[in-house]
Nanobody, 125 residues
Framework: QVQLVESGGGSVQAGGSLRLTCAAS????????MAWFRRAPGKEREGVAF????????YYADSVKERFTISQENAKDTVYLQMDSLKPEDTAMYYC??????????????????WGQGTQVTVSS
């Protein structure tokens, strides 16, 4: 049973842009909190961006502030991650996550019950 499906990854040169899409279905589509995480080779998974789907309130990791924008389209149960001014250090597998209970920091993985399979983003210098 598919819950979250990411798309939009790819290869781009530094300074370029990509837009990731996360389509939610089933129970995941009723989640209150949506987030994007990423995992680079040899590194731990890190939270990138967060949105409260009720209020539209957002949070971002310091490393992506003013470059990435998370947004939602409720009618389509879809969340986007617009990534501009990409850097080689943004290279990672990007995952969409959804949850309805927030304890502690938004970037704590345990807050999210649903995860997508990931989409690869590669930024070359």
């Amino acid at each position: 049973q598919v819950q979250l499906v990411e798309s939009g990854g790819g290869s781009v040169q530094a300074g370029g842009s990509l837009r990731l899409t996360c389509a939610a279905s089933g129970y995941a589509s009723s989640s209150v909190y949506m987030a994007w995480f990423r995992r680079a080779p040899g590194k731990e998974r890190e939270g990138v961006a967060f949105i409260d789907t009720r209020t539209g309130f957002t949070y971002y990791a310091d490393s992506v502030k003013e470059r990435f924008t998370i947004s939602q389209e409720n009618a389509k149960d879809t969340v986007y991650l617009q990534m501009d001014s990409l850097k080689p250090e943004d290279t990672a597998m990007y995952y969409c996550a959804a949850g309805s209970v927030l304890r502690g920091y938004w970037y704590t993985s345990g807050n999210y019950a649903y995860w997508g399979q990931g989409t690869q983003v590669t930024v070359s210098s």
